[in-house]
């Protein structure tokens, strides 16, 4: 089993900036790729970024480039979020997910399916 648990969420204005982390714990030995996904109220969870454990591949929605950066840390079991000039449309529930499915994985990193795992979410809120 793998367990992931979100953090760094908060309040924050227009234009800043905000960087959340996923640790995982368990079995993270199995994870492949870890991504994130947002939900605000009343949308679908849409994907927004991943990346490969193990080569550092990155993947991200058109929504965000250029704007949200995923990284791994040393120890290849935290991805770390960063998320600059924040728009209120950015008001959502963050979420950390994790897949130990790797088979064309570049494929598809951005279908929900594709993940075994997710965290519990983080509130991020921007305001205007």
């Known amino acids: 089993q793998v367990q992931l648990v979100e953090s760094g969420g908060g309040l924050v204005k227009a234009g800043g900036s905000l960087r959340l982390s996923c640790a995982a714990s368990g079995n993270t030995f199995s994870i492949y790729a870890m991504g994130w996904f947002r939900q605000a109220p009343g949308k679908e969870r849409e994907f927004l970024t991943a990346i490969s454990l193990s080569g550092g591949n990155t993947y991200n929605a058109d929504s965000v480039k250029g704007r949200f950066t995923i990284s791994r840390d040393n120890a290849k079991n935290t991805v770390v979020l960063q998320m600059n000039s924040l728009k209120p449309e950015d008001t959502a529930v963050y979420y950390c997910?994790?897949?130990?499915?790797?088979?064309?994985?570049?494929?598809?990193?951005?279908?929900?399916?594709?993940?075994?795992?997710w965290g519990q979410g983080t509130q991020v809120t921007v305001s205007s």
């Open positions: 997910a994790a897949t130990v499915d790797g088979s064309n994985y570049y494929r598809a990193p951005q279908y929900r399916d594709r993940y075994n795992y």
